[in-house]
């Protein structure tokens, strides 16, 4: 399976605030109508926009430009300085970093708890960065290929 970073991938990652600015929006609006200043709030949306905006910025860093081909066989990290494969033997650990509130009935609070990575170490000391920007489901994605991994509850920053 061939991981980019793609627009969908993106825009799925940001949906979460999609909804708040939305509901942020018909608030200020109804806030506006009753007399009732809205600054505070829009404040506070967009404190909340400059954080999740950080963490975008970081992994459009981390990932963009390269490709990860997953397989039974091994991984191949593409980028436009190497090509490097790995075989899964190669395969030290994988590391997940995931938020809570993305666990089945988690609660979602800002739009910066959607982002999580994997990070796969090999047994050469080497490493690479697999962010939820190239693939939503990264823990599906090495359940189909049989790797294991473990999972860190986290913030995913790295």
């Not at 920007?133 to 913030?155: A, I, Q, T, W």
Request: net charge positive; glycine share 6%.
């Amino acid at each position: 399976m061939k991981l980019k970073v793609t627009l969908r991938n993106q825009v799925k990652v940001f949906n979460f605030f999609f909804l708040l600015m939305g509901l942020g929006l018909i608030s200020s609006l109804y806030f506006i109508y009753t007399g009732v200043d809205p600054a505070p709030m829009v404040f506070f949306l967009f404190i909340l926009l400059l954080i999740q905006l950080v963490f975008h910025i970081k992994y459009l860093a981390e990932n963009l430009g390269k490709a990860i081909e997953i397989t039974s066989e091994g991984i191949r990290f593409i980028s436009p300085q190497t090509d490097l494969f790995f075989l899964k033997e190669d395969v030290k650990n994988i590391k997940l970093v995931k938020p809570a509130v993305l666990d089945k009935g988690g609660w979602q609070l800002a739009g910066f708890q959607s982002y999580y990575y994997a990070k796969v170490s090999f047994k050469t000391n080497q490493y690479i960065i697999i962010t939820n920007l190239m693939n939503p489901k990264l823990e599906d994605v090495f359940d189909e290929f049989g790797y294991s991994y473990y999972r860190e509850k986290g913030f995913g920053w790295f």
